[in-house]
């Protein structure tokens, strides 16, 4: 078997559900059915060992009731065993009345023994009745009852053994036993039948869902309207908004693209206007309109890291190190701003890491390069989001211009570098992770402050 083989057989999945229930279920079932019959096998044939051992102790007493001494100290019987079977030889019932005294010859024997007779074995200690199984004719297996009992005007003690063949007791056993396995062996398949209609009819429905997806795929239908159980419910739901997800997701590409496409447009047209006419400024309008498209660039490709990396629901990452490590960047690129952080230190948001520092970068160092040199930074954790207040003590924006700041390539002080794409860049991917971001006044430094908020995670 080579390694080609084995790859294709790992790629066909783990076997089929519906076979594995009835497997396992055809397992349990035979393993409770076979413990369960051999109890009841024991059960059974305990009683029926019970009931014959009852009638061989009933002749024994019988016997016991009977027997008499004699003259000359012999035992014998006043009245004879009713069951003609003593009389026949070889019969299969028998009875046997010895002393551990007396002569073997003097034993009295039941005719149906012949010429045989029964080992006396060791002595009891005791006058209770005992019953075991014997081997001693080759030809019958027998099931003996004895007791010893010491009779009035004698001081021997007889032994009373009465033995019938296991032959009967043996068929009875087995007839039973046949009954039990064939009546098992029913009940079994028609548990493992039922089983297997339970898995195929409790499967069915994902049969029904698999059909409903490939619906979708070949574009007959674009959700899965079908009603389902309350258990694959919820599944099929998950499906319809993974499918809700992945639209919204293909929409904004498209929209992005065609974004782009449009951002890009103007500034190619003029640089190809220009070259054209040989402006002589052509250097010039290269680099401004270079500048634009970069801008255009690097903010649409900001929102595509964000879309991509939001459909990840592990996403998690902790406030403090993210505001540590922005602090620490911006404090060397402006030496004389001082960054003060605040607040709840274990804060975590549902943002990915990469995402959550460029927003806190942004905010940042807008606050530095636009403030007085004090940027003040606030945590704060409620139970749905995590607030995060960046404060300067610069001149501010004035409230009417605010929302103006957040369109792309707003510049609110053109003697200082930038792209104005900052804010525009932190409200797109605050919004994909479902957060938001305000500008407002700030009451300890005077300044502004940016209020973001971003989903908590646990």
Known sequence: MNWRLLLSRSQRGTGSLTRRMIVVAAIWIAVLLSVGGF???????????????????????????????????????????????????????????????????????SRSLWDRRFEMGQPHSDFEIHTYDSDQFTTESLRVVERDVRLPGSPVRWRFQVAQSRAGLDEQIGVLRRTMVRSFGLLGLGLIALAAIQAFYGLWPLRRVRKAIAAIRSGQESRIEERFPQEIEPMTEELNELLAHNEVQAEEARRHAG??????????????NAATAHSPDLADTVIREARTMRRQVDHHLARARAIGRRSST???????????????????LYEDVTVDLAGDKSAAVRVERQDLDEMLGNLIENAAKYGGGRVFVTVKRSPDCVEIEVED?????????????????????????GTGLGLAIVRDVATIYGGSITLEESEDLGGLMARLKLPIRG
């Open 314 to 332: 592990q996403a998690r990452a902790e406030v403090w190190p993210s505001l540590q490590a922005v602090e620490r960047a911006v404090t060397r």
């Open 393 to 417: 003590d610069g001149p501010g924006i004035p409230e009417a211009e605010r929302a103006n700041s957040f369109d792309r390539g707003a510049r609110l002080d053109l003697e200082k570098p």
């Open 39 to 109: 109890a009841l096998d024991r059960v059974l044939a305990s009683a029926i060992t019970r009931n014959f051992d009852a009638q061989l102790e009933y002749v024994l007493t019988a016997l016991i009731a009977s027997a008499e001494i004699g003259p000359d100290g012999e035992v014998f019987l006043n009245r004879a065993p009713a069951d003609q079977r003593f009389l026949e030889p070889y019969s299969g019932l028998y009875f046997q009345i010895s002393g551990e005294a007396a002569d073997p010859e003097t034993w009295f024997r």
């Open 259 to 272: 974004n782009l496409a449009h951002a890009l447009k103007t500034p190619l047209t003029v640089v190809t």
